[in-house]
């Protein structure tokens, strides 16, 4: 028999203290109806919760099925979703402490509704291996994305935010969609509109025209730091889609013949611009974030930064980024990526919950003995990079970028982050065995970090370029 598991119980003073906590004072008005739907701290699966005497209970009901899509038990390798030579779609996530999970398929049209259109409750004895998620669909995925809900227990001073009344975008999401326009506001003005991933399909293959890494010396390049939207914006750069990589792509002559040959681009990963959107008293117009330093989805390039020629599809960021990327290598430059992967866009306790935080908010931040975030990176919260599965995260992310985008290297923003003991840090954890006198407070730094160890020794990262 197939298995649902029910949600944790949890106490009524556990909601009391969060109705405080989230207070929709701490929004701007602008962001608030959605911050509503994203928290809702005190209805959290309450229902659910009360009607469960015991924590991890799982409750037989029906085997999977879905109407549009065959069904089956799936593989917990490799992360995120990957389509197979028969048109199929892997699902894989990491969630050590949740007991149920659940894919949510979302049509274009029913997202642009906040609705979803199917859901596929997953049976933990079929679908769980280990701490690992999975399940495979095959079907037609055209005009669909996808999120997940996660149960479990929601109690910050443990660390834990379950709530299955998100939708949470994959750690491993390759593209992320959500408004259409740069720093214009989503349905009945909303900065933080439903997001969903995109499905990854079989005719999406990039003819890269047989380009390589041009492994340039270090020694000999001029670099270009540039901010892919401000680069092209203004109307005199004389371009058909200005503040996009394709604008980008159609300046590269221009900077040949400065004698560039490495562009370094700043945050191109999908972030909000709309995060912290205010009005601004002084200028007479309302604040955006545009420089881009705070990460929703490491792997997936900003979709904003794409051109409106094919504004429906999900994946024209992917492609435009490597159209860039092989102009550039065509005219002999390098291009060199700003990550920022010391901390999120989630912030802290009174921050959305739209991935990280709702998936295994233990696992990806580090946290101080009462759930209270670390805060060494000044933004909110500090990611959890020596965690060992948080560092085979960033291990996989920047080979994703190498392999699949073709960059020739990274800049790590605030990288001394990288350097710091994770949560739960213990010899035996790290190096699978004890330490005498070994003990390190969470966010300590330490003399050799073990992502820092991995990137060097990855035998795809260690020749390309790094600064730090």
Same mark, same amino acid.
């Given at each position: ?143 669909? @994305?996808? +999120? #997940?809900?996660?149960? %479990?227990? $929601? !109690? *910050? ?6 709530? &299955? =009344? ?123 974030? @545009?420089? +881009? #330093?705070?990460?929703? %989805?490491? $792997? !997936? *390039? ?6 409106? &020629? =094919? ?125 005498? +006198? ?31």
């Amino acid at each position: 028999m197939g298995a649902n598991a029910i949600t944790c119980s949890s106490s009524f003073l556990h909601c009391t203290k969060l109705n405080t906590l989230f207070s929709n004072n701490d929004f701007p008005k602008t962001s608030t109806p959605n911050f509503k739907r994203i928290f809702r701290p005190i209805s959290i699966s309450a229902k659910d919760r009360r009607s469960s005497e015991a924590e991890n209970v799982a409750v037989v009901e029906k085997p999977l099925k879905s109407e549009r899509f065959l069904v089956s038990d799936g593989l917990p390798s490799p992360f995120g979703a990957t389509v197979r030579a028969d048109g199929g779609v892997n699902f894989s996530v990491y969630s050590a402490n949740s007991v149920s999970a659940t894919v949510c398929l979302i049509s274009l049209s029913d997202l642009r509704q906040n609705k979803v259109t199917e859901e596929i409750q997953l049976d933990p004895s079929r679908n769980r291996t280990g701490h690992v998620w999975h399940v495979f669909l095959k079907g037609s995925f055209k005009d669909m @994305f996808y +999120g #997940y809900r996660f149960d %479990g227990k $929601f !109690s *910050p001073e443990d660390g834990h935010y379950y709530d &299955s =009344s998100n939708i949470l975008l994959d750690p491993y999401a390759k593209a992320i969609i959500s408004r259409d326009e740069f720093g214009v506001l989503g349905p009945d003005e909303n900065c933080w509109p439903q997001m969903a991933c995109m499905v990854p399909t079989l005719d999406e293959e990039f003819d890269w025209e047989g380009d390589m890494h041009l492994k340039l010396p270090q020694k000999d390049l001029v670099i270009y730091e540039m901010h892919v939207r401000g680069f092209t914006r203004h109307e005199s750069s004389n371009i058909e889609f200005p503040g996009t990589y394709q604008g980008v792509a159609e300046k590269l002559d221009h900077l040949k013949e400065l004698g560039i040959n490495c562009i370094e681009l700043m945050p191109c990963h999908e972030f909000n611009e709309l995060e912290y959107y205010s009005y601004n008293t002084i200028l007479g117009d309302h604040r955006v974030n @545009f420089w +881009g #330093y705070s990460t929703m %989805g490491f $792997f !997936s *390039p900003m979709i904003r930064y794409s051109s409106p &020629s =094919s504004r429906n599809f999900a994946g024209r960021a992917i492609n435009e980024f490597k159209i860039l990327v092989k102009e550039a290598h065509k005219r002999g430059i390098e291009v060199i990526m700003d990550v920022v992967l010391n901390h999120t866009a989630e912030g802290n306790e009174k921050g959305p919950i739209f991935s990280f935080r709702g998936v295994d908010n233990s696992v990806y931040y580090m946290l101080a003995p009462k759930g209270e975030f670390y805060n060494y990176s000044g933004c909110g919260n500090t990611f959890n990079c020596n965690h060992p599965v948080v560092r085979q995260f960033i291990v996989d992310c920047l080979r994703y970028w190498v392999t699949e985008m073709h960059v020739d290297g990274f800049r790590f923003d605030l990288g001394s982050i990288m350097s710091r003991s994770s949560s739960l840090w213990d010899a035996a954890n790290v190096y699978g065995a004890d330490v005498e +006198g070994d003990f390190l407070t969470t966010g300590t730094p330490v003399s050799c970090p073990p992502v820092i160890d991995m990137i060097s020794n990855d035998p795809i990262l260690r020749g390309v370029k790094v600064i730090n």
